[in-house]
């Protein structure tokens, strides 16, 4: 009777020990919804590189473009169990996406569960070198009288720069045109030929520009100034009462067990205490941020109750 019974235990037994093995030998993906090269690629990439050796398996980049970070989302939401799967995004496909339109695919709040934010960023107001202005109040006058030249280009309709661009033109109290573009390179090459006047980006992508004296930018959106630049001034300072980040966070999908997100969550966060981390951030013309599930968890809902309400206001519509 014994060598049934002890058969059968240890054939349990080396089961469990394949199905521990193949799921540590499985690959981690994090799923990026914009093409390489870009700012939030680029953070997945540098966290990626440090994350496989803490884990001592792969870590895999995926490029999930389209809808404007959409599809991205939506993958990550219907990855299964056994695919541990993260999903890098950012306030346009966690906070706008769902706001704007009647499907968007998911809810943030339902099917994701926040792991840990990694990085923040400002945005800039930049103008092109035909626009007769160096500093942010004469730039609102000269709008107020050629109102013919008050258009803002923006990467993307829906975008964070768009919702900061129509809360600057409120502030100032012009009345402007949002002109969305498909991406930072594109309208970039229309505010250096003077096709866009002013452009609202992200600061680091405005600031190689900048440096290069082809465009000017004018104020950076953080409540203090950049230490990539210090010598341009914020919107307060400029008499703007206005200030705004945006950011990019880990999230994981609630097929995935709520401890196996903390422990990814615990090894982030050493990723991003690690001073060649920082350094590749800093680097990358990014901020780096330490920040553990509760702490992310705390910054979303914040961010949520500051940006919905602007949101909704504008009656943006897709």
């Known amino acids: 009777m014994w060598k049934p019974l002890a058969t059968s235990a240890l054939t349990a037994v080396l089961a469990l020990c394949a199905t521990l093995a193949h799921a540590q030998d499985t690959p981690l993906r994090i799923v990026v919804g914009y093409a390489p090269g870009g700012a939030t690629d680029r953070v997945a ?25 959409r599809l991205s989302a939506q993958a990550v939401k219907a990855a299964p169990a056994n695919q541990p799967t993260l999903l890098l995004a950012n306030p346009a496909v966690m906070l706008v996406a769902p706001l704007v339109f009647p499907d968007a695919g998911y809810d943030p709040e339902r099917d994701f569960r926040p792991v840990s934010h990694v990085n923040s960023y400002e945005f800039g107001l930049a103008v092109g070198s035909a626009v007769p202005v160096k500093e942010l109040p004469h730039l609102m006058a ?3 009288a050629n ?14 720069p768009h919702f900061f661009g129509l809360m600057v033109g409120d502030a100032a109290k012009v009345r402007a045109e949002v002109v969305g573009y498909r991406g930072s390179a594109p309208l970039l090459n229309d505010l250096l030929g003077g096709q866009i006047p002013v452009a609202f980006d992200t600061f680091d992508t405005l600031l190689p520009q900048h440096e ?3 465009i000017r930018i004018l104020a950076v959106s953080s409540a203090k100034r950049s230490p990539l630049d210090p ?14 980040t945006g ?4 999230f994981a999908p609630m097929s995935m067990p709520k401890a196996q997100a903390e422990r990814l969550s615990g090894l982030i966060v050493e990723v991003m205490k690690d001073p060649d981390t920082q350094r590749k951030f800093e680097t990358a013309k990014m901020e780096p941020v330490v920040a ?23 009656g943006f519509k897709p």
Do not use: H
Request: net charge positive; aromatic share 8%; charged share 20%.
């Open 142 to 144: 000269w709008l107020r």
């Open 292 to 314: 553990t599930m509760a702490q992310t968890e705390a910054m979303l809902k914040a961010y949520r109750a500051q940006w919905a309400p602007v949101v909704q206001r504008s």
């Open 231 to 244: 010598k341009i001034p914020t919107f307060k300072e400029s008499g703007m009462d206005l200030a705004a």
């Open 45 to 69: 990439r540098i966290v990626a590189d440090k994350l496989g050796s803490k884990l001592g398996t792969p870590v895999i980049v995926e490029n999930k473009t389209g809808a404007g970070g």
């Open 247 to 250: 950011w990019n966070t880990f």
């Open 147 to 160: 109102p013919d030249k008050a258009n803002f280009g923006v990467p993307a309709t829906g975008s964070l």
């Open 212 to 214: 290069a004296g082809k």
